[in-house]
C-alpha cells in the first residue's frame, strides 16, 4: 500500500533506527523513574504523577523495542493488517498519557504557587492518586476508539498527510485526532504561564525568596521544564504532521516515523537538562527541591511572623 516509502525500501535500515530510538528512550526514560524513587527528585507527591509520566514514556518506546522496531526489520508489510494496526494505535495510548500527566504536573504547580494555603488539601495522597488515574482513564477514552477501529493516520505513514481523511472513518473522531493534543498543549501552556507570571510578581514573598535562592530557582526551572517539554512536544507533532510534504524518502522517514520514535529520549533528556539530581549518578541528595512544601511552607511561616509581630506590638501598646 505504501511500498514508495523509505520504511518499505529499506527496512533495515529503518528497523535498526527505530529500534535504536525506542532503546534510547526507554534507556533515559527509566533512568528517571529509576531516580524519582530512589533519590526522591521532584518530592513525594509531584513525584507520584511523574512516576506516572515516566511510565507512559517507558510503555510507548517499548512498543518501538517489541513491535515496530522487529516488525519493520521482519517485514513492513505485516503493519498493513488489521491487529498491526490496532497494536500501532496503543501507541497514543501512552503518548495521551504524557500529555494529560504535563496538564496535571501545570495544574500542580498553579495550585502550589497561586494558592499555597490549598496545595496540602488539593494534593494529599489520595487525591493525587485519584488525579493520576484520571489521566490514565482520559488517555484510555482518547485512543480507544483508534484501537477499535484504526482508519486513522499514523505517523508511520511518511508518505501520507497526517490530516488526510479517510471515507470509512468517523470525521469526529478525525476532528478530534487532529486538536484533542495542540488544544491539550495551549491549556497548558496558559496555565504555566500564569504561573511564571506569579513566580515574578510575588510582594512579600519575593523579599523572603530573596534570602532563599536556591527555592526559587527550583520553581523557575520546573516551569521553564514544563514550558520546554510542552513547546518541544508541539514541535515534534507538527514536524510529523508536515514531514510528508518533503520529497526525498529519507528525510520524510526521518522527520515523521523517526521523529515519532525519538520523541520520548528527546522528552527525557530536556527533564535531564532541567534537573542537577539527574545529572550527577553519584550524588543521591544534590537535587531535593521539596516542591510540594516550597511555596506553602514559607506562605505559612510569613503570616504567622506577620500575626506574631502584631501580637507584639498589642501587648506593648496595652503595657503603656
Given at each position: 500500500?505504501?511500498?514508495?516509502?523509505?520504511?518499505?525500501?529499506?527496512?533495515?535500515?529503518?528497523?535498526?533506527?527505530?529500534e535504536?530510538?525506542?532503546?534510547?528512550?526507554?534507556?533515559?526514560n527509566?533512568y528517571?523513574?529509576?531516580?524519582?524513587?530512589?533519590?526522591?527528585i521532584?518530592?513525594?507527591k509531584?513525584?507520584?504523577?511523574?512516576?506516572?509520566?515516566?511510565?507512559?514514556h517507558c510503555?510507548?518506546?517499548?512498543?518501538?523495542?517489541?513491535?515496530?522496531?522487529?516488525?519493520?526489520?521482519?517485514?513492513?508489510?505485516i503493519?498493513?493488517?488489521?491487529?498491526?494496526?490496532?497494536?500501532?494505535?496503543?501507541?497514543?495510548?501512552?503518548k495521551?498519557?504524557?500529555?494529560?500527566?504535563?496538564?496535571?504536573?501545570?495544574?500542580?504547580?498553579?495550585?502550589?504557587?497561586?494558592?499555597?494555603?490549598?496545595?496540602?488539601?488539593?494534593?494529599?495522597?489520595?487525591?493525587t492518586?485519584?488525579?493520576?488515574?484520571?489521566?490514565?482513564?482520559?488517555?484510555?477514552?482518547?485512543?480507544?476508539p483508534?484501537?477499535?477501529?484504526?482508519?486513522?493516520?499514523?505517523?508511520?505513514?511518511?508518505?501520507?498527510?497526517?490530516?488526510?481523511?479517510?471515507?470509512?472513518?468517523?470525521?469526529?473522531?478525525?476532528?478530534?485526532?487532529?486538536?484533542y493534543a495542540p488544544?491539550l498543549?495551549?491549556?497548558?501552556?496558559?496555565?504555566?504561564?500564569?504561573?511564571?507570571?506569579?513566580?515574578?510578581?510575588?510582594?512579600?514573598?519575593?523579599?523572603?525568596l530573596?534570602?532563599?535562592?536556591?527555592?526559587?530557582?527550583?520553581?523557575?526551572?520546573?516551569?521553564?521544564?514544563?514550558?520546554?517539554?510542552?513547546?518541544?512536544?508541539?514541535?515534534?507533532?507538527?514536524?510529523?504532521?508536515?514531514?510528508?510534504?518533503?520529497?526525498?524518502?529519507?528525510?520524510?522517514?526521518?522527520?515523521?516515523?523517526?521523529?515519532?520514535?525519538i520523541?520520548?529520549?528527546?522528552?527525557?533528556?530536556?527533564?535531564?537538562?532541567?534537573?542537577?539530581?539527574?545529572?550527577?549518578?553519584?550524588?543521591?541528595?544534590?537535587?531535593?527541591?521539596?516542591t510540594?512544601?516550597?511555596?506553602?511552607?514559607?506562605?505559612?511561616?510569613?503570616?504567622?511572623?506577620?500575626?506574631?509581630?502584631?501580637?507584639?506590638?498589642?501587648?506593648?501598646v496595652?503595657?503603656?
Amino acid at each position: 500500500m505504501f511500498t514508495s516509502m523509505f520504511l518499505y525500501k529499506h527496512n533495515l535500515i529503518a528497523g535498526l533506527l527505530l529500534e535504536f530510538a525506542g532503546l534510547l528512550g526507554f534507556a533515559i526514560n527509566y533512568y528517571i523513574l529509576f531516580r524519582i524513587i530512589g533519590a526522591r527528585i521532584f518530592g513525594r507527591k509531584l513525584g507520584y504523577i511523574w512516576m506516572s509520566r515516566e511510565m507512559a514514556h517507558c510503555f510507548a518506546s517499548t512498543m518501538f523495542i517489541a513491535f515496530i522496531g522487529p516488525v519493520s526489520l521482519w517485514n513492513p508489510s505485516i503493519f498493513e493488517e488489521f491487529m498491526a494496526q490496532q497494536i500501532l494505535h496503543l501507541i497514543y495510548l501512552f503518548k495521551s498519557a504524557v500529555y494529560f500527566t504535563n496538564l496535571l504536573i501545570a495544574v500542580n504547580r498553579a495550585v502550589m504557587v497561586l494558592s499555597p494555603l490549598q496545595y496540602k488539601t488539593m494534593f494529599d495522597y489520595s487525591r493525587t492518586i485519584l488525579y493520576i488515574t484520571c489521566t490514565w482513564i482520559a488517555s484510555v477514552c482518547a485512543a480507544l476508539p483508534n484501537v477499535i477501529n484504526p482508519c486513522q493516520q499514523t505517523s508511520l505513514n511518511s508518505s501520507v498527510s497526517y490530516y488526510a481523511h479517510r471515507d470509512e472513518c468517523s470525521r469526529y473522531i478525525h476532528l478530534f485526532d487532529v486538536l484533542y493534543a495542540p488544544v491539550l498543549f495551549l491549556i497548558t501552556v496558559v496555565i504555566n504561564m500564569a504561573v511564571l507570571w506569579k513566580l515574578y510578581r510575588l510582594p512579600e514573598q519575593r523579599k523572603e525568596l530573596s534570602l532563599c535562592t536556591a527555592k526559587k530557582s527550583n520553581e523557575l526551572r520546573l516551569s521553564y521544564m514544563i514550558m520546554a517539554e510542552v513547546t518541544s512536544a508541539l514541535l515534534m507533532i507538527c514536524i510529523q504532521r508536515f514531514g510528508f510534504l518533503f520529497k526525498d524518502e529519507l528525510v520524510s522517514f526521518m522527520l515523521t516515523t523517526f521523529t515519532w520514535s525519538i520523541a520520548s529520549a528527546f522528552d527525557g533528556l530536556i527533564v535531564v537538562i532541567f534537573n542537577a539530581g539527574l545529572r550527577s549518578v553519584l550524588s543521591r541528595d544534590s537535587y531535593r527541591p521539596r516542591t510540594a512544601s516550597t511555596f506553602s511552607s514559607f506562605y505559612v511561616k510569613s503570616r504567622s511572623s506577620q500575626s506574631s509581630h502584631v501580637s507584639h506590638v498589642r501587648e506593648a501598646v496595652s503595657r503603656v
